[in-house]
T-cell receptor, first 110, second 117 residues
Framework: GQNIDQPTEMTATEGAIVQINCTYQ??????LFWYQQHAGEAPTFLSY????GLEEKGRFSSFLSRSKGYSYLLLKELQMKDSASYLC???????????FGTGTQLKVEL | DADVTQTPRNRITKTGKRIMLECSQT?????MYWYRQDPGLGLRLIYY???????NKGEISDGYSVSRQAQAKFSLSLESAIPNQTALYFC????????????????FGSGTRLTVV
């Protein structure tokens, strides 16, 4: 089976930087995804990591360490619209069904 | 039009009733999935299908059934709805040819909010 852990809630200030961590335990790791989900809406794709290191995409970056079973999503220059749930999801070899963490609810305040 | 369309968007039904949630996609993807989302529990896989003749149970398939009528259509049925099936249901698709790329990721439908009373 797979076990994915991420914090339940985080609060940050507009304009600041926030890091959302995700740890996972799985066999046959085949990639890690981050999704953003606003309340009542569908998750939308943010980033994908399969090799160790940092992937940067505008204000969002994602880091992966496969040896540590660890990833983080870094959000810079926070905006109020970044208030959402951030889902970490892991793919394993043999099929691309994703297993999701429970999500981190981020609240951005003035 | 949306790439992945779910109908209905909202539904209230009574305990014991049969209900079908429908999903259709224009992505041309082979793989389709049904998840449910509950507060504090995240997205959990109900059923998935890698092509028209392939149906697989996910982690929480009890009380549900599915039908893959065509590559583009994947329906979820609750044969006899019960209150603890009240949840937000998502259909998703993915591309089997994505390999080690972001194309392995999902495209989600807008969700169906189901309430069983």
């Amino acid at each position: 089976g797979q076990n994915i852990d991420q914090p339940t809630e985080m609060t940050a200030t507009e304009g600041a930087i926030v890091q959302i961590n995700c740890t996972y335990q799985t066999s046959g790791f085949n990639g890690l995804f981050w999704y953003q989900q606003h309340a009542g809406e569908a998750p939308t794709f943010l980033s994908y990591n399969v090799l160790d290191g940092l992937e940067e995409k505008g204000r969002f970056s994602s880091f992966l360490s496969r040896s540590k079973g660890y990833s983080y999503l870094l959000l810079k220059e926070l905006q109020m619209k970044d208030s959402a749930s951030y889902l970490c999801a892991v793919s394993v070899r043999g099929g691309n069904k994703l297993t999701f963490g429970t999500g981190t609810q981020l609240k951005v305040e003035l | 039009d949306a790439d992945v369309t779910q109908t209905p968007r909202n539904r209230i039904t009574k305990t014991g009733k049969r209900i079908m949630l429908e999903c259709s996609q224009t992505k041309g993807h082979d793989r389709m999935y049904w998840y449910r989302q509950d507060p504090g529990l995240g997205l959990r896989l109900i059923y998935y299908s890698f092509d028209v003749k392939d149906i697989n149970k996910g982690e929480i398939s009890d009380g549900y059934s599915v039908s893959r009528q065509a590559q583009a259509k994947f329906s979820l049925s609750l044969e006899s709805a019960i209150p603890n099936q009240t949840a937000l249901y998502f259909c998703a698709t993915s591309d089997r040819t994505g390999g080690h790329t972001a194309n392995y990721g999902y495209t989600f439908g807008s969700g169906t909010r189901l309430t069983v009373v």
